[in-house]
């Protein structure tokens, strides 16, 4: 979760589309280049341990807008391993 709002923040579209898990992947995605994310607060997860298969984390993602304008992304995020690695399935 936290390398996937960096990259969010970074601008990063390649990790963002590597990090998908392929089941659900996108063909591409664009990245709106007016926001800027400056904060993640972590409020809980369920799995997603060492040997969990599965795991879902719940979040608050800050942004600021070019014209001022700021808010919040509030998401449960779900998650599973593939080839032991974090993919990203979508919002629970």
Same mark, same amino acid.
């Given at each position: 979760?936290? *390398? ?5 923040? +970074?601008?990063?579209? $390649? ?6 898990? &392929?089941?659900?992947?996108p063909?591409?995605? !664009?990245?709106? &280049? !007016? +926001?800027r994310?400056?904060? +993640?607060?972590?409020?809980?997860? $369920?799995?997603? =341990?060492? +040997?969990? &298969? $599965? ?5 608050? *993602?800050?942004?600021?807008? *070019?014209?001022? $304008?700021?808010?919040?992304?509030? =998401?449960?995020?779900?998650? *599973? ?8 399935? =979508?919002?629970?």
């Amino acid at each position: 979760m936290r *390398a996937r709002y960096s990259a969010f923040a +970074l601008g990063n579209s $390649t990790y963002l589309l590597a990090s998908w898990h &392929p089941d659900v992947r996108p063909a591409s995605l !664009e990245l709106d &280049p !007016e +926001l800027r994310w400056y904060r +993640l607060d972590l409020i809980g997860r $369920t799995a997603g =341990g060492l +040997l969990d &298969p $599965t795991g879902t984390v719940d979040f608050h *993602a800050y942004w600021r807008a *070019a014209d001022g $304008t700021a808010g919040v992304q509030s =998401g449960n995020s779900r998650f *599973a391993r593939v080839d032991h690695l974090w993919a990203y399935l =979508g919002e629970a």
